[in-house]
């Protein structure tokens, strides 16, 4: 176990539906990362963050947005959405936020289906 | 710009046997390494990281990885493959800002009996 929650772990929309999806990290974690996981795109990076505050963005789409809770939890807001959203959606936490050199804490993941 | 590929999509070995995971990477500098696994059903898990030093890296589980500069290789070996390592791994470096990872595709290990 990673310490690192996410809900729900399964999620069935519709096209052009919006979803939430809640993360919360390991105790004493101050960043958060998110991660979508397909089978064409393998595991891309889609955001950041650290104490509430945004610290990078990768390939996020415009319909996807993110927030990080005074209490640390975030989450990932996807609208609009489409069949190829259909992913698995990972929340990773760090001590520090300097994603590249030090170790994440990864959670089990929602998997979205949109039909 | 920073990008990483594990050549193999998918590699079956023998309960006992020996493995190595490859991995190839590219990188301005001596970059932060790092293999993870992916049970199935579960989150990513650090197997080990490479930062400097020691070009020979311990990890948890028995594996170990190899950092060869020459070859912008970072392979993953075991010495005997048990069932239960049958996942998915993953080889990662920093993106350029360094504020996150860029993973590999992935390798899927089975295991036969």
């Known amino acids: 176990d990673s310490g690192v929650t996410q809900t729900p772990k399964h999620l069935i929309t519709a096209t052009g539906q919006r979803v939430t999806l809640r993360c919360s990290p390991r105790?004493?974690?101050?960043?958060v990362y998110w991660y979508q996981q397909s089978l064409d795109q393998g595991l891309q990076f889609l955001i950041q963050?650290?104490?509430?505050?945004?610290?990078a963005k990768g390939n996020i789409l415009e319909r996807f947005s993110a927030q990080q809770f005074p209490d640390l939890h975030s989450e990932l807001n996807l609208s609009s959405l489409e069949l190829g959203d259909s992913a698995l959606y990972f929340c990773?936490?760090?001590?520090?936020?300097?994603?590249?050199?030090?170790?994440?804490?990864f959670g089990s993941g929602t998997q979205l289906s949109v039909l | 710009a920073q990008s990483v590929t594990q050549p193999d999509i998918h590699i079956t070995v023998s309960e006992g046997a020996s493995l190595e995971l490859r991995c190839n990477y590219s990188?301005?500098?001596?970059?932060?390494l790092f293999w993870y696994v992916q049970s199935p059903g579960q989150g990513l898990q650090l197997l080990l990281k490479?930062?400097?030093?020691?070009?020979l890296v311990q990890g948890i589980k028995g594996f170990e990885a190899e950092f060869k500069r020459s070859q912008s290789s970072f392979n993953l070996r075991k010495p005997s493959v048990h069932w239960s390592d049958a996942a998915e791994y993953f080889c990662?470096?920093?993106?350029?800002?360094?504020?996150?990872?860029?993973f590999g595709k992935g390798t899927t290990l089975s295991v036969s009996s």
């Open positions: 990773a936490s760090s001590v520090t936020g300097t994603g590249g050199n030090e170790k994440l804490f």
């Open positions: 105790s004493g974690d101050l960043s």
């Open positions: 963050y650290y104490n509430g505050e945004e610290r």
């Open positions: 990188y301005g500098a001596t970059p932060y």
């Open positions: 490479y930062f400097s030093g020691d070009t």
């Open positions: 990662a470096v920093p993106n350029q800002a360094g504020t996150a990872l860029i």
